[in-house]
């Protein structure tokens, strides 16, 4: 079918990010409602949802801190929420579709890099370290950002006036009795009194140790990951590997220094939430140990909930509760302690007796199982592709395996196994997946995979016989050659066209390559390590981390870019032009081609007709590129960030995509933990 798409917006330098600083303003689309089911596999994890406790979905909980009134405020990927004693979540400040920046300004448009300390004051005012932008902001009542001490990227250490100071990597924050914010700098806790003058007040910044004494002469080992005081006013600080104290000018290590594991000769886990309990016991997480432990005031230590190294997601008794990265930790005035249990993205309460629950956010339904529908499990799918009898093949990348699901939702393992990341060609499960992610299909039914971790192209053919077609394990580059003399660097993005050619985006070299079908991998547009946006033929186009690839009838390639934000299209002699959005403008507008916006586009499909379906990830949508080059919204809602099934379905981040077969138009979509179907109107 002729295509009507004009080329647009291709030529320039380096492809931008999707900060705010290039995101178009919000002009979201025209919206439709499709109705989406459950195929197979879990909901729930990541996502940013406000509303009622019961509905609210988290992203990537960190540093809390409570208001004067009982309202929770916590760290959110780029945002701060709150949580009310109504039970409502609502947004204060930031971005919840993952924008980041340095931007000052009224709530909404206010931007931060990633913030991982908060405060808050007895009149409201919220107080945030953004460590990347070396600053700390301020939160006023009315949701107004600004800047009150340090300055964007300037890594120095500087005291004096809030205007005039300077820090290296501002991490933690917390009030003491007088007022002062006390602040964990990089090797140094520094104090910004209330009269805004910033001093040092123990350890040197930017000089490493872990020694105790008179605070001039302490040092300590990093960016201090939390500070919580006692009663007494003495301030704790999280170290890396130990817990610090500091106390009338003194520094010395809790209890009995680094904390015990449960296997002899093991050190901390990267110690970092603190809280005192309501009987005075300071609690501790080790966040990469996924561990809670509690530490008397005897300074006896002692496992308070979780299971050592168990990542994962489980309520219940101390013993049988399971976190994943839980990265701070904070105790309510009615005694209660919560939990930032930060990669299951919800808050937990933990009890005394270290019984864990739920109480704010869905955590993930991930895990590896065969089965039905929903009580199959799958681990962070990526790429999907149909056969022609509707069967689905699903990369489950976390899962290191392919999986394939009936149109019943049937979910079997096609190829490899659980917890093998390595690269072992074989038949079913005697062959072995490093993080497969993006999948092609041909006529014949032999499957082509990315196989990222350990950068190869594998082949399986329809009876399951997995063979490496080109590349290296584990041998990263970009070389053109036979088998496996070819070096890709980060495969992402996989394709098959009629003649057998295979066609792969290799994000991290930013470049289109082609495998012919005797297995020789030549370079078809785009030169290594030389991002940008440029339209042009063979190594003049440039690309910016492309991830996906689709073929069309005629046998042009069209690629996703993440990086620039566009589709663009290579023809069959290598001539690229960009066919939708504009290089680094992020956005979301539907229309012209050439007027069309974008934010991560991360997966391509046609259907019979030459419609191009593309899954516009930070915008929560799906969206179709129509032969007569009109973009249109044809899924969810924009930065709706959750599943929900449905007449009126939303989607959250999603990502593989494939176009089933049959009427009424279906997609088969991976989104979450999950693969769902898509039924267009």
């Not at 490899?416 to 993080?435: E, I, L």
Request: contains cysteine; charged residues 20%; proline residues 6%.
């Amino acid at each position: 079918m002729a295509w009507a798409v004009a080329a647009c917006g291709g030529s320039g330098g380096a492809g931008g990010g999707g900060d705010a600083a290039t995101a178009t303003p919000p002009n979201p689309p025209t919206e439709v409602a499709a109705s989406i089911s459950l195929l197979a596999g879990g909901l729930g994890g990541r996502g940013a949802v406000d509303g009622a406790t019961r509905d609210a979905r988290l992203c990537f909980p960190g540093a809390m801190a409570q208001g004067a009134d009982g309202t929770v405020y916590f760290v959110d990927c780029g945002a701060i929420r709150a949580w009310s004693p109504g039970g409502v979540v609502s947004t204060v400040a930031g971005s919840r579709v993952g924008e980041s920046g340095e931007r000052d300004g009224p709530a909404a448009s206010a931007r931060f890099n990633e913030v991982m300390g908060l405060a808050v004051d007895a009149s409201g005012t919220i107080y945030g370290a953004d460590p990347e932008s070396k600053t700390l902001r301020r939160i006023a009542a009315d949701g107004t950002v600004s800047t009150m001490a340090g300055s964007p990227g300037d890594s120095r250490a500087v005291d004096g006036k809030a205007a005039e100071a300077r820090f290296l990597e501002p991490y933690s924050l917390v009030f003491d009795t007088a007022g002062n914010l006390l602040i964990g700098d990089r090797h140094a806790i520094r104090r910004l009194s209330p009269q805004g003058i910033v001093s040092t007040i123990a350890g040197v910044p930017g000089e490493m140790g872990a020694t105790d004494g008179p605070a001039a002469d302490a040092r300590f080992n990093g960016s201090p990951c939390a500070l919580t005081t006692d009663a007494a006013g003495a301030l704790y600080i999280s170290d890396w590997f130990s817990i610090r104290k500091l106390s009338g000018g003194v520094v010395s290590t809790v209890g009995h220094g680094p904390l015990p594991s449960d296997s002899p000769g093991s050190s901390n886990g990267d110690l970092c939430g603190l809280a005192f309990d309501a009987g005075g016991s300071l609690l501790v997480s080790q966040r990469a140990f996924s561990i809670i432990d509690r530490v008397a005031a005897d300074g006896s230590i002692g496992r308070l909930s979780g299971s050592l190294g168990t990542w994962d997601w489980a309520d219940g008794p101390a013993d049988q509760a399971r976190f994943a990265f839980p990265r701070a930790l904070l105790t309510l005035r009615n005694g209660d302690t919560l939990v930032a249990d930060s990669d299951n993205s919800v808050l937990r309460h933990v009890a005394v007796d270290g019984s864990a629950s739920t109480v704010l956010g869905s955590p993930p339904k991930r895990g590896y199982a065969d089965g039905t529908g929903a009580a199959a499990r799958l681990r962070l799918p990526r790429g999907v592709v149909s056969d022609r009898d509707g069967n689905l093949f699903v990369a489950d990348h976390d899962n290191h395996c392919i999986r394939k699901i009936t149109p019943a939702g049937v979910v079997t393992t096609f190829a490899g196994k659980p917890n093998d990341s390595r690269t072992v060609n074989g038949q079913g499960s005697g062959a072995s997946f490093a993080m497969p992610g993006s999948l092609a299909i041909d006529a014949a039914g032999n499957l082509y995979v990315a196989d990222e971790q350990d950068a190869v192209i594998r082949k399986i053919t329809p009876a399951g016989v997995v063979s490496t077609l080109a590349g290296a394990p584990g041998q990263r580059g970009s070389v053109d050659g036979p088998g496996g003399t070819a070096r890709f660097d980060v495969p992402r993005g996989v394709a098959v066209d009629a003649a057998g050619f295979v066609y792969v985006a290799d994000a991290g070299r930013h470049a289109i390559r082609r495998i012919s079908p005797a297995g020789t991998t030549t370079t078809l547009a785009g030169l290594a390590d030389h991002p940008g946006s440029d339209d042009g033929t063979g190594n003049a186009a440039r690309f910016s981390f492309p991830v996906a690839l689709a073929v069309d009838g005629p046998g042009n390639v069209f690629v996703a870019e993440q990086g620039n934000h566009t589709v663009r299209r290579i023809t069959p002699a290598g001539v690229v032009t960009t066919v939708a959005g504009k290089a680094g403008e992020a956005g979301r507008m539907d229309g012209a081609a050439a007027a069309s916006r974008f934010f991560r586009p991360n997966a391509l499909a046609f259907d019979a007709d030459g419609n191009l379906f593309i899954s516009d990830e930070a915008n929560s949508v799906l969206r179709r590129l129509a032969p007569d080059g009109i973009v249109s919204t044809v899924a969810g809602r924009v930065a709706s960030r959750a599943v929900v099934t449905g007449a009126d379905g939303r989607l959250n981040e999603p990502q593989g995509l494939a176009v089933l077969p049959g009427n009424p138009r279906r997609l088969a979509v991976v989104d979450e933990h999950a693969v769902l179907t898509v039924t267009l109107p």
